[in-house]
């Protein structure tokens, strides 16, 4: 595969429904809780999501990566298979190659520090965030520090940065907490989980966002996760942390 080919296929799955209007369709059940009180949603863990441990040491479905020559001179195995095995590894400690390559390991990058903090997280005391997670249309809630272009820090909201978002759940994956992005940025937006992740009591909620610019396509994708809360009933949404 050429790098010209597969920067199209990632592109192409990134817009795989990113048209047609707007639509209204209930999202998808709750899962049953998982270790420690974190729910996890599809996308974070690899059909694991019962288990983070073992999701944790599975292997990754997508292929692997190979260190340096060099680089991490401790790791006797070569070969990275698994969160565990990435686990205080960087870019620069590996082999990659075209550009979808560099994609696909950031992405592993992102879910399994992702997948750390979610193992580490407990239950919550309380919950505020319900109503974020299920919207439709949460873009005057979710802060304006989400919006991929880099937000006004006095924005209210990731809208007020960008008065054209809109969003799709009807154009998401079945399944997934997830929901099409449109704007200035196009791409998805997938709730991974939740619990309490700094220890405070109240329920955080971890997001991922894969988005490209809508007017230059070619222009490298942004992949963030953030971990939000939100402190009382209608309050604002702020977010705790980014990834990277």
């Known amino acids: 595969m050429t790098a010209r080919t597969g920067v199209r296929l990632w592109a192409a799955l990134l817009t795989l429904g990113a048209s047609g209007a707007c639509k209204r369709a209930a ?78 390991f950031m992405q592993q990058s992102i879910r399994c520090r992702a997948l750390a903090l979610t193992r580490r997280a407990s239950a919550p005391r309380a919950s505020y965030l319900q109503d974020v997670v299920s919207s439709n249309d949460p873009g005057d809630l979710l802060p304006a520090a989400m919006a991929p272009g880099g937000g006004a820090t006095s924005a209210r909201s990731w809208r007020a940065v960008d008065p054209t978002l809109a969003f799709d759940r009807g154009a998401a994956r079945a399944d997934y907490r997830e929901l ?22 109240v329920a955080d909620a971890l997001v991922f966002l894969n988005l490209a610019r ?7 994708n942004v992949m963030r996760a953030f971990v939000v809360t939100r402190r009382q009933a209608g309050g604002p949404v702020t977010v705790l942390q980014r990834i990277p």
Not at 214 to 220: K, V
Request: aromatic content about 10%; glycine content about 12%.
């Open 214 to 220: 809508t007017a230059d396509p070619d222009a490298p």
């Open 180 to 201: 099409v992005v449109r704007g200035a940025y196009r791409g998805r937006m997938t709730w991974w989980a939740s619990g309490d992740f700094d220890g405070d009591g």
């Open 27 to 104: 999202p998808p059940a709750a899962p049953a809780p998982a270790a420690r009180g974190a729910e996890v949603w599809p996308g974070l863990a690899e059909g694991t999501a019962g288990d983070l441990a073992l999701a944790w040491q599975a292997p990754w479905l997508n292929g692997t990566f190979v260190l340096k020559d060099g680089h991490a001179p401790d790791r006797a195995e070569r070969r990275l298979v698994s969160c565990a095995d990435l686990d205080g590894i960087q870019a620069d400690d590996v082999q990659l190659g075209p550009v979808w390559e560099r994609y696909n």
